[in-house]
């Protein structure tokens, strides 16, 4: 006879309940996910590789290596803490297919948009190695989260019943590797260990999401405050041990985009934070909620015409905060709209919502 998991090993008090948080959490991290396909906010000396020796800290690299870059992250972990919540492996293959085919489609789409079909063709590398990583991308897209999405999930899945030491020992090792990642792509000069979009600096996400479901919510509190100061240290390790001109051939910048352990300590004081609210958001928060996926889906699409229009208002540096503002504020609209009154007409619902 097999043994059952304890009280304490269970991962869900209640499965019943809604979590009010994660819709709010949706709603902003959804709007990140925009910002940073925008280019950032304010970028910094550090996103120039002819400046980033001359950078010193800024407040707007705290909004986009803390905020914005928080949102996948963060969408793995909410994730990850749902698949442990439910308990059950039914639908998990069929959501599995379902993510891996918003991968594929919403991949193909872009680059015929931005290349057309003979363009997108020519893309598709020829040697297996890259021919692998290209398909891991998402076919150089945003889209590579849904590639690594559903293996996450199914990590979460299989490890939802392990022992409380198991849990602990595997965070403190995934975390490790996270946190070897950059040292190793520095001292062997392989930015590849960095690259964005491969799965290494999320390996931690799973364990940690079924140590943020089993906690009570009366230790949430001193969960949370024990995570931001974590968070603190871990990310003054960023800046001081992290920083090379190698992380500009896997991102944006010469940090290295995902592969940090502080966004791990800031993504789950983030979902701790949401696990506690128990009153629902309001009308327009759950509004971005539901249509977060789509957001995240079109917002690729909108951005090129959006930059367009905007280029040609002539700014100048003085408004170049507006241009961004404004910028943002188009892209919503355009793929709210989108998601409300043209998409349910022309996809099956399960491509963006």
């Known amino acids: 006879m097999s043994k059952q998991p304890s009280a304490i090993e269970a991962p869900i008090p209640d499965h019943a309940a ?87 489609f919403w991949s193909f789409l872009l680059n015929l948009y931005y290349f057309g079909i003979v363009g997108a063709l020519k893309a598709i590398p020829r040697a297996p190695v890259a021919f692998v990583l290209y398909v891991v991308s998402g076919f150089n897209t945003p889209y590579y989260f849904f590639i690594w999405l559903p293996v996450l999930m199914l990590i979460s899945h299989g490890v939802r019943y392990w022992s409380k030491t198991s849990i602990l020992l595997s965070i403190l090792a995934s975390v490790a590797i996270v946190s070897l990642l950059p040292l190793a792509a520095m001292r062997w000069d392989a930015p590849a260990l960095a690259l964005y979009y491969l799965p290494l600096p999320f390996l931690p996400y799973p364990f940690v999401a079924v140590a943020c479901m089993r906690l009570p919510l009366r230790r949430a509190p001193a969960a949370c405050g024990l995570l931001v100061a974590l968070g603190a240290i871990l990310s ?16 944006s910048s010469a940090l290295p985009t995902y592969a940090r352990p502080s966004l791990i300590a800031w993504s789950a004081a983030a979902v701790i934070l949401a696990k506690c609210v128990q009153n629902p958001m309001p009308d327009f928060v759950r509004f971005m909620s539901a249509n977060s996926l789509a957001l995240y889906c079109l917002h690729p699409f909108a951005i090129l015409p959006v930059k367009a229009i905007t280029r040609r208002m002539h700014w100048g540096s003085e408004l170049i905060w507006l241009e961004i503002w404004v910028q943002l504020l188009l892209v919503l609209a355009i793929c709210y709209a989108l998601s409300v009154v043209l998409l349910p007409k022309i996809l099956r619902k399960e491509l963006f919502r």
């Not at 950078?55 to 994730?79: E, G, I, R």
């Not at 390790?237 to 992380?247: E, G, T």
């Open 236 to 251: 003054l390790l960023d800046w001081h041990v992290y920083k090379s001109p190698i992380f500009f051939e896997s991102g």
């Open 18 to 104: 809604h979590l009010h948080g994660f819709d709010g959490l949706r709603a902003l991290l959804s709007v990140c996910v925009v910002g940073v396909h925008l280019g950032f906010l304010y970028p910094s000396k550090i996103f120039s590789r002819a400046t980033w020796q001359e950078h010193t800290f800024v407040p707007s690299d705290a909004v986009n290596f803390y905020l914005l870059l928080l949102a996948v992250p963060a969408f793995y972990l909410m994730s990850c803490m749902l698949v442990v919540r439910k308990d059950t492996a039914d639908g998990m293959w069929a959501k599995t297919g379902r993510l891996l085919l918003l991968g594929l």
